[in-house]
């Protein structure tokens, strides 16, 4: 895929683009299906479409909790996307399975995981649009209509995310963040401060900043939201919206991204800001996640029952919590 156009892209997007063309050449089994079986729900200003879009590529291990953990949403008016790349283990009889429940799903190879992203895009219709990984899910049945009130609450803004939960296979933590602008996100030189799959976009936003970059394998998710964060702004909202699963598969967990990261803060400009301001926004950053995570840390106990494959749909909201 060629790199994405830096000026605004309009509604044509899917004709810019085409997600067929983009696709490598390869001998791979191609499954396409368009789900004519859910149709597709209405949408109003006040109960938006939101487009739940999953990647996945051998992901049978997970994948069941991501799926169903949508499925159970009580919101409504959801469009399910499954993008696959050509999985060879259990992971098609897993979509298969709940198929019925899921809008649209294909299997095809792709480049990466955000040239299968970018499927997703091309092929979604929602007001609202979220990334969620295949070895994650929401924390749960009620995340998506908690996060459709705070729309309706802050509609100024453009973009709403809050905290996750971090799983380890024999722990869970809660991880605690807060409002970040474009320049403390890119200075503190770490996409960590706002969780790429706890985060509702507004679909302009994506008209606007085009396509994921499929040049970076493991940090297009970061420059991303450094394009986004560039002209738009994200409202952070104080509860958990994820549960992020780390393990040794995870490119979070394997350090692959490191390298890319360096390049894209290059890219982004990083070095056009005075060594001082560069080392007093990230210390200043930086300060702040570790009080709120190391020194001041909220308790995870409530999640701890996601350490089993326990549905997420099934672990109840922590402490009786009446926040947004």
């Keep these: 895929m060629n790199p994405l156009p830096s000026h605004p892209i309009t509604t044509e997007l899917p004709d810019r683009l085409s997600p067929a063309s983009d696709s490598p050449k390869s001998s791979l089994p191609c499954t396409r299906l368009a789900n004519s079986r859910k149709p597709l729900p209405s949408s109003s200003n006040d109960r938006p479409l939101v487009s739940v879009i999953t990647v996945s590529l051998n992901s049978a291990k997970y994948l069941e909790q991501t799926i169903r953990s949508v499925l159970d949403q009580t919101y409504d008016r959801i469009e399910y996307l499954v993008i696959d790349g050509a999985s060879t283990d259990g992971t098609l009889d897993i979509i298969r399975r709940h198929e019925s429940g899921i809008h649209t799903w294909i299997s095809e190879p792709d480049q990466n995981m955000y040239d299968a992203i970018n499927k997703g895009i091309l092929r979604c219709s929602g ?14 049945p009620d995340t998506i209509e908690r996060m459709i009130e705070n729309t309706r609450r802050f509609p100024e803004w453009d973009g709403w995310y809050g905290d996750c939960i971090k799983i380890y ?9 807060f409002q970040i602008n474009h320049r403390r996100f ?3 030189q770490r996409g960590t401060f706002i969780p790429h799959a706890g985060l509702f976009l507004r679909r302009r936003c994506l008209e606007y900043v085009g396509l994921y970059d499929t040049r970076y394998h ?3 998710d970061y420059d991303f939201l450094l394009r986004c964060l560039r002209q738009f702004r994200f409202k952070y909202i104080p509860r958990p919206y994820l549960v992020f699963r780390v393990h040794p598969e995870s490119i979070t967990a394997s350090g692959r991204i490191r390298r890319e990261r360096i390049a894209l803060l290059k890219e982004h400009g ?9 080392r007093i926004l990230h210390a200043c950053v930086w300060s702040r996640y570790i009080w709120h995570n190391l020194i001041w840390p909220r308790s995870a106990r409530p999640y701890r029952r996601l350490l089993s494959n326990a549905p997420a749909a099934h672990v109840p909201s922590p402490l009786g919590e009446t926040t947004p």
């Design 127 to 140: 007001d609202i649009v979220a990334v969620l990984n295949s070895d994650d899910m929401y924390p749960a």
């Design 169 to 177: 296979p024999d722990r869970a933590r809660y991880q605690k963040f």
């Design 186 to 188: 890119l200075l503190a």
């Design 218 to 220: 493991f940090a297009a």
């Design 270 to 278: 990083v070095m056009n800001h005075s060594p001082l301001s560069r």
